[in-house]
């Protein structure tokens, strides 16, 4: 097990408590994210199964992650409220076992700021979804901002120690790295140049 899934599994029990403060913001920013979700869909670093809800109803959904702690309080959630068509498996997102192009929908929701080898990670996602298919993606970046920038490359170390997240990642630049085509990506700044919602046509 690597140090990333090791921390996640340390942080589950308290993951949801510890996120609360922000959900207010986060909830409606996953309704929008996920009201474009369609057909075959998987999601990549499912966690503690917070988009769960957000789904529309006919979504035939995947969840992957892995974290073996953060996928029980998924699968908890799932027994309390079951949810048709949804299976959750432990799988390395940058070793996904699904064939090429096998879903319609991708979606990530604070994930490649954790993913270890983000790059490789995106570089699946564009493989197993399909030629045309939709990658929707809510992550938190680096900021552009020379000075906000730097404080954040300073203090990175913090929260990958307590989570396993990088609170500095270029994920736009990551995309591009696995082979997205920049003309099919639309990025949408929701909480300053911070938080972005990220929708991609998967040209192939
Ligand atoms: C910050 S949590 C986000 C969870 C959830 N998506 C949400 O919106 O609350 C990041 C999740 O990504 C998972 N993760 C990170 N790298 C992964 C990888 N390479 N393969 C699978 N899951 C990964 C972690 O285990 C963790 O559950």
């Known amino acids: ?11 589950a029990g308290l993951y949801d408590i510890l996120e609360a403060p922000m959900e207010h913001m986060f909830s409606k920013w996953r309704t929008e994210l996920l009201s474009d979700a369609a057909g075959k869909t998987l999601e990549v670093g499912i966690g503690t199964g917070k988009n769960l809800p957000y789904y529309p109803e006919n979504v035939q959904l995947t969840g992957i992650d892995f974290s073996p702690k953060m996928i029980e309080i998924t699968n908890k959630k799932l027994r309390e409220h079951p949810r048709s068509n949804t299976r959750i498996i432990q799988m390395d997102a940058e070793k996904m076992e699904f064939a090429d192009s096998t ?8 994930v490649f700021c954790s993913v270890p080898n983000a ?19 809510l992550e938190h970046v680096r900021s552009q901002n020379k000075v906000t920038g730097k404080i954040m490359d300073i203090i990175n170390p913090i929260p990958v120690y307590i989570y396993g997240a990088n609170i500095n990642r270029r994920t736009y630049e990551n995309l591009i790295k696995a082979g997205f085509d920049p003309n099919q990506i639309e990025v949408n700044d929701l909480w300053f140049d911070i938080v972005k919602l990220i929708r991609i046509k998967n040209t192939k």
């Not at 879903?103 to 604070?110: G, I, K, L, P, Q």
């Not at 996602?125 to 030629?131: A, E």
């Open 103 to 110: 879903f319609d929908t991708v979606v990530t929701s604070c």
């Open 1 to 11: 097990m690597n140090k990333i899934q090791k921390r996640y599994d340390r942080i």
């Open 119 to 137: 790059v490789q990670g995106l570089k699946e996602i564009r493989r197993v979804c399909r030629k045309d298919g939709k990658v929707l993606m």
